[in-house]
T-cell receptor, first 113, second 110 residues
Framework: GDSVTQMEGPVTLSEEAFLTINCTYT??????LFWYVQYPGEGLQLLLK?????DKGSNKGFEATYRKETTSFHLEKGSVQVSDSAVYFC????????????FGKGTTLSVSS | EPEVTQTPSHQVTQMGQEVILRCVPI?????FYWYRQILGQKVEFLVS????????KSEIFDDQFSVERPDGSNFTLKIRSTKLEDSAMYFC????????FGPGTRLLVL
């Protein structure tokens, strides 16, 4: 079945460092891909998405490109802030309408000043 | 900006008791979902609901669980007889195109 694999955390960075969180997926057809973020004590918020190959999703300085050839959707940010400290979840939705999201295990990011 | 809301934010119950978790999806959304996240683990799909019936459910969603849309706005998850392992954060989500999540209900079964 479909699945998502994320790099294990935690990831600890200093403010203004470059961030990469790796995400790869296994799916039939052409899924949509998402990054959700969960700040401490809060629910899941959609960070960005891409619905077809070579699409780049971006939001709040974060970017991820849908790479069909490597089945990847890595999250990047050029300069992280303390306020980016959160858990980041990569997720996919299968090509069929109405299907549920399948999440990775989540990667905890901790940014210090 | 419209958002998904959930009540209560926290619930503590005794094993074997029934609980009902409530959600108000975004008003023009057509699909509704429940997910759960056991502490420290991944978010897991429970059930999806469309056109007043379950459209998909996972292995977790056994006979102890049920969902209902009792009126035009609420979407509820009922756990008939809670077990210790039901302790988790439960998220409701709704969508037209993209799923939007509520803040979650943290359920603790003692």
């Amino acid at each position: 079945g479909d699945s998502v694999t994320q790099m294990e955390g935690p990831v600890t960075l200093s403010e203004e460092a470059f961030l990469t969180i790796n995400c790869t997926y296994t799916a039939t057809g052409y899924p949509s891909l998402f990054w959700y973020v969960q700040y401490p004590g809060e629910g899941l918020q959609l960070l960005l998405k891409a619905t077809k190959a070579d699409d780049k999703g971006s939001n709040k300085g974060f970017e991820a490109t849908y790479r069909k050839e490597t089945t990847s959707f890595h999250l990047e940010k050029g300069s992280v802030q303390v306020s980016d400290s959160a858990v980041y979840f990569c997720a996919l939705k299968g090509a069929q309408a109405g299907t549920a999201l399948i999440f990775g295990k989540g990667t905890t990011l901790s940014v210090s000043s | 900006e419209p958002e998904v809301t959930q009540t209560p934010s926290h619930q503590v119950t005794q094993m074997g008791q029934e609980v009902i978790l409530r959600c108000v999806p975004i008003s023009n959304h057509l699909y509704f979902y429940w997910y759960r996240q056991i502490l420290g683990q991944k978010v897991e799909f429970l059930v999806s609901f469309y056109n007043n019936e379950i459209s998909e459910k996972s292995e977790i969603f056994d006979d102890q669980f049920s969902v209902e849309r009792p009126d035009g706005s609420n979407f509820t998850l009922k756990i008939r007889s809670t077990k210790l392992e039901d302790s988790a954060m439960y998220f409701c989500a709704s969508r037209r195109e993209t799923q939007y999540f509520g803040p979650g209900t943290r359920l603790l079964v003692l």
